[in-house]
């Protein structure tokens, strides 16, 4: 298949195209390098830079794809408090150009990677896909937002379209910013240099962390799997981890005797998180197979960055 993948220099594009460039698929990326990295893709991923906001660059990119994988994102919750309107021009206006542009050539399906952020707090666990979304930061607004234009779009100009409700993803090559780095790379580095596990609240508050392959699985999955149209799809792990069990799971799996220091609540958290994988198992015979100490370890020995 022909497939054109959004984000693709990013820590998932980046899995997901060499994985089916791997597979024989013929692979185009693009992406802004605003975070990504295009060293991270193999020789076989035709890569271009560019913004999902260029809809003349779409046009040339998009012709004789099968299927579009739609990852460029900004992806801080707690940087998309500060800067709402950057979130919502490209996590929100780039969706609805990819959607004109596909309209415009003709390419008639996409996956979204949306985001279990949508959910935001709410009176159980676990998470279902028919709960009424509480988005608490302008990221899971911006997420949410995507998601209707892509059915609605969808529905209006006949393009099937699956979003898959991504929970913590974590593994190889995650992007590490200076400033607001994603939990789970950021705790194995600390480890590593004997630093500080910074942990936010009290550690109480859960989430659901997901290995990248097991991700990948998923993707791969919607973009043949049958009778997706229009469905919205949770893929996590099914586990709920306490923040502080991470601690546990981090400091045990490299050895550190770091101490975790415990600061204020960040505005836009969530309480609780876990991933009801029901329709993904009926749907893309989904089946998370990754512990999180097995993944911790993995992302240990495959990501080189970690131990500098
Ligand atoms: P990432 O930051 O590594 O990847 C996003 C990529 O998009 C980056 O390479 C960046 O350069 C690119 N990008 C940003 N703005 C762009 C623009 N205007 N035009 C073109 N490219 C642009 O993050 P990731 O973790 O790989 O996330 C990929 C997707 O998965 C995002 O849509 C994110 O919302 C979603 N997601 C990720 C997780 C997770 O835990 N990693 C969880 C839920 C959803």
Redesign the pocket.
């Known amino acids: 298949m022909n497939f054109l993948i ?2 693709a ?5 980046a899995a997901l195209a060499n994985r089916l460039a791997r597979e024989g698929h013929q692979v185009r990326g ?7 990295d295009p060293q991270s893709l193999g020789p076989d991923v035709h890569f271009t830079r560019g ?3 260029d809809r003349p660059k779409l046009w040339t990119l998009l012709q004789d794809v099968d299927c579009v994988y739609h ?5 801080s919750v707690q940087e998309s408090v500060l800067y709402p309107r950057e979130y919502n021009a ?1 996590n929100v206006g ?1 969706t609805v150009s990819l959607m004109e542009a596909m309209r415009d050539v003709g390419v008639r399906r996409v996956v979204l ?4 952020a949508i959910y935001g707090d709410q009176g159980e666990q676990p998470l279902k896909e028919n709960m009424t979304p509480n988005p608490r930061s302008p990221y899971a607004v911006s ?1 949410l937002a995507a998601e209707f234009y892509v059915n609605t779009i969808g529905d209006l100009w006949n393009i099937e379209t699956v979003s898959l409700r ?4 974590y593994g190889p090559g ?2 590490l910013p200076p400033s607001h780095p994603p939990v789970v790379p950021n705790f194995l580095r600390q480890a590593l240099r004997g630093g500080s596990l910074v942990v936010h609240g009290d550690g109480s508050q859960t989430r659901d962390y997901v290995y990248v392959d097991d991700v990948l699985s998923a993707l791969v999955a919607a973009s043949t799997a049958p009778n997706l149209d229009g469905l919205t799809i949770n893929v996590g792990s099914g586990r709920e981890t306490p923040v502080r069990d991470l601690v546990r799971t981090v400091l045990a799996v490299t050895g550190s005797s770091a101490e975790p220091i415990y600061s204020p609540n960040t505005p836009g958290g969530v309480s609780r998180m876990c991933a009801d994988l029901t329709l993904a198992g009926k749907k893309l015979n989904y089946h998370p197979s990754i512990s999180l100490e097995d993944g911790l370890r993995l992302t240990l020995q495959r990501d080189p960055r970690l131990n500098k």
């Open positions: 959004t984000g220099a990013g820590f998932l594009g693009l992406d802004d390098l605003s975070t990504g913004d999902v906001n990852l460029a994102a900004r992806v490209v780039g990677v949306s985001s279990g997420k991504v929970f913590n993803a995650q992007h």
